[in-house]
């Protein structure tokens, strides 16, 4: 009896919580800015249904394109690019996007005072074994003096510069993880009312760990100090770092990122030398900065084991960075291996 009165009171609770605006607009955010927010995530609901949907819509699988990234595009990569790209595009405040499946930069409304970059679906390769999956944005101002919002400059910023970030992860919930650089909150969808719900304040990342996340698979190509970091993670209580380490990997950085801020851990796509021409997989743009300022704003680290990803100055949109990020006293370890760079306490 005294069980179920405990959930019944919790559930009361839940449902007692700010939507989405009110939040928003409790934070400071100007209306404009609210009214972009709320577009990507109009369009992120209807990715939600439409991955809901799946094979029953003739959606899941490849299509014989690839995008600027050499990377095949899956349907859905597509159909999602092009609902975020048309409802951004028609936002009177949108004065350009990018994208990591178009080419260039698209010019939106030329009086517009935002410039919003994504990634569409992130671990797209997940779509099709019916995996986790999510949407990523990043949201700058446009320079006061830029003309058009498809010239790419004005798009190259460093992250510190991004007035919002954040990211929907469709899982078993379709979750949103926003911050407008006033901390992290965590949003439920209820399908039921079509709204983002706020479920969680204020979220913090634990400042130690022992989980890391990294494609082990490429570890013949990294450099000497991300193997040497990982060697003494393997060798668990007996080697240096002294703790039994679990390791964990997703292969979508929204699921990833979201376990960090959820239970701490460490994530790591660092430099390697299948590609010496890139500077590693993820985009800066679409997936470095974003992911960055979240973590930040949670109370983590974010590095490119040389620097903080967001002072990163972008030359091109669609520039890769290696990324170090998690849990406060673990990137100070891999950092530390670089040697070169003291973070920030
Ligand atoms: P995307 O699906 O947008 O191309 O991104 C996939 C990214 C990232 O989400 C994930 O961490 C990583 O690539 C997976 O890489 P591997 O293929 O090396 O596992
Ligand atoms: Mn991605
Ligand atoms: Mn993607």
Known sequence: MLKLSISFNRKVERFSMKRLDQVISQEGVSAELELVIKDILVACKDIAYKLGQGELAGILGATEDENIQGETQKMLDVISNDLLKDTLCSNAFVKGVGSEEEDYTIAGHAD??????????????????????GTIFSILEAPEDSRTGDDQNIFLQPGRKQVAAGYVLYGPSTLLVMTTGKGVNLFTLDANVGEFVLTQEQLKITEDTAEFAINMSNQRFWEPEMKEYIDHCLQGEEGPLGKRYNMRWVASMVAEVHRILIRGGIFMYPYDSRDPSKAG?????????????????????????????????????????????????????VVAMYGDYITKS
């Open 281 to 333: 997989k993820l985009r800066l743009m679409y997936e470095g900065n974003p992911m960055s300022m979240i973590v930040e704003q949670a109370g983590g680290l974010s590095s490119t084991g040389h620097q903080c990803i967001m002072d990163v100055e972008p030359q091109d949109i669609h520039d890769r960075v290696p990324v170090i990020l998690g849990s406060k006293n673990e990137v100070k370890k």
């Open 112 to 133: 517009g005072k935002y410039l919003v970059t994504f990634d569409p679906l992130d671990g797209s390769s997940n779509i099709d074994v019916n995996l986790s999956v």
